[in-house]
């Protein structure tokens, strides 16, 4: 029994993994095809990264390489960088295409948009690095060159710089959609992140002061945008919580909605034999609700003492009520003060109680809509 149940536990974990292993095999076969692509242009596409400095050095003055292997390593790590650079929206479509199955619907829905917006930020953010920053930093740099000095960048050290502020800045601009993922996951609420702006923009100082280099000028042009993305974030997560607060809503009401009618229907043949002219349901009060409800516990209580005594040889046990055993959870929930988990079982009660059970459940969801 054990052995033929094991399979069909591990297939499912052994499918994942070949799926797992397929998609990784795919992303580094694009990202290796790419680099073959690009890889006979490394050094023109060093020398694209390269212009925002040379546009600004000194006549005379030009990058040199230190390390003997510099003038191959360094177009060779620029064109693999550049191919995973490319190849990105396709990684991050594999990425989805693994996870996508075990998402709800409505979680799809808010997750397709957020992957297309955090690829197209990033690639904003790697742009406005090389267009906007670049140049302010070099020209601030070698203005400030002492007399003397000639500004001869090592090509190796000028790539690692650059790529850094690739990062910082393509990091940056996801701050819109960590801040609506985490009012998504219900961790704050835009009323709680507007409280926090001041910190917020000392903290996008002090992060530009760590990710940027030692300069007030890189420092600022990344602190800047850091704040205005992050109110653009607090702005679009009220957006998304009003579409998912409206959307929960719904999802209740067509939970209600489906349970009212199997009550309808369970209850239809006791009301069958009632005459039209037969006053209409009127709640109990609390005292007859509570007098209702000690007589339930005091019937399982008389039920769960005989379970104890030897039953005779023709006799069992009298089965316990499950219907009974819930309305006893349901008035536990109710002094806890869980009532979503009390009216789940309620509505389950209406379905399969018997008539005093359905009058006890429909007392106590008068009770609560109160």
Do not use: C
Not at 39 to 56: K, Q, R, S, T, W
């Amino acid at each position: 029994m054990t052995d033929n149940a094991a399979p069909d536990i591990e297939q499912p974990f052994m499918s994942h993994l070949l799926e797992l292993r397929d998609r990784l095999l795919r992303a580094v076969l694009v990202v290796l095809v790419i680099f073959l692509g690009l890889f006979p242009f490394g050094n023109d596409i060093y020398h694209f990264i390269a212009e925002p400095l040379m546009a600004v050095l000194p006549e005379g003055t030009s990058m040199i390489a230190t390390k003997v292997a510099s003038p191959f390593l360094t177009p060779f790590k620029l064109s693999l960088i550049a191919a995973v650079f490319f190849a990105m929206p396709y990684l991050l479509y594999q990425l989805w295409g693994f996870v996508a199955p075990g998402l709800y619907a409505h979680e799809k829905r808010m997750a397709m948009p957020l992957l297309a917006s955090s690829v197209a930020l990033f690639y904003l953010g790697a742009a406005f690095a090389y267009y906007v920053v670049f140049p302010l930093v070099f020209k601030f740099f070698t203005s400030v060159t002492p007399e003397g000095v000639a500004v001869m960048t090592d090509i190796s050290e000028y790539l690692d710089f650059v790529l850094t502020l690739f990062f910082a800045f393509g990091l940056a601009f996801e701050i819109p959609i960590a801040t609506i993922l985490l009012v998504w996951m219900g961790m704050t609420s835009p009323e709680k992140l507007a409280s926090k702006r001041p910190y917020v923009i000392v903290g996008a100082f002090v992060i530009g002061m760590f990710l940027t280099p030692p300069d007030v000028i890189s420092q600022t042009l990344l602190a800047l945008p850091m704040w205005v993305l992050f109110e653009a974030g607090i702005i679009f997560s009220r957006f998304f919580v009003r579409n998912r607060d409206e959307q929960e809503d719904e999802e209740e009401e067509s939970d209600y909605t489906d349970v009212q009618a199997g009550a309808s229907v369970a209850t239809a043949p006791v009301h069958a034999g009632k005459q039209e002219d037969e006053e209409p349901f009127t709640p109990l009060s609390d005292e007859e609700m509570e007098a209702e409800l000690d007589r339930l516990e005091a019937e399982l209580d008389e039920e769960q003492a005989t379970w104890h005594e030897e039953p005779d040889e023709e006799e069992e046990p009298a089965a316990e009520d499950p219907v009974d055993r819930k309305l006893q959870r349901i008035n536990r929930l109710r002094e806890d003060m869980d009532f979503d988990a009390a009216r789940k079982l309620l509505y389950e009660v209406l379905v399969e109680g018997n008539d005093e059970q359905v009058v006890v459940a429909r007392n106590i969801l008068s009770q609560l809509d109160d």
